[in-house]
Nanobody, 122 residues
Framework: QEDLVQSGGGLVQAGGSLRLSCAASGRTGRGYTMAWFRQGPAKEREFVGAIDWSYGSTYYADSVKGRFTISRVNANNTMYLQMNSLKPEDTAVYYC???????????????WGQGTQVTVAS
């Protein structure tokens, strides 16, 4: 089981940037995927992107591709979400998640961070 602690987020103007962090403790390692999801007002939770912890390979939702970048630092078991060219529609609570399967579906992830608010003002 992973304990995931998020930091970052806040309020930014459209076109600006923010970085989120997700620190993991536990058995993060080979075979694990860590991901970011978000849930906007009155919306379902949606996949943002994910990273294979062992190999560092990443994949993204079309809505953020080219603007968001996921990375990880093995030494401190931390995953990052760098968000550039932010748009008002990116406003949401962002969650990090960890699980044994590469998936875009939230139900495939076992452990979740506490969530952090990102608000993009127009």
């Amino acid at each position: 089981q992973e304990d995931l602690v998020q930091s970052g987020g806040g309020l930014v103007q459209a076109g600006g940037s923010l970085r989120l962090s997700c620190a993991a403790s536990g058995r993060t390692g080979r075979g694990y995927t860590m991901a970011w999801f978000r849930q906007g007002p009155a919306k379902e939770r949606e996949f943002v992107g994910a990273i294979d912890w062992s190999y560092g390979s990443t994949y993204y939702a079309d809505s953020v591709k080219g603007r968001f970048t996921i990375s990880r630092v093995n030494a401190n078991n931390t995953m990052y979400l760098q968000m550039n060219s932010l748009k008002p529609e990116d406003t949401a609570v962002y969650y990090c998640a960890a699980g044994p399967h590469r998936s875009m579906q939230s139900r495939q992830y076992e452990d979740w961070g506490q969530g952090t608010q990102v608000t993009v003002a127009s």
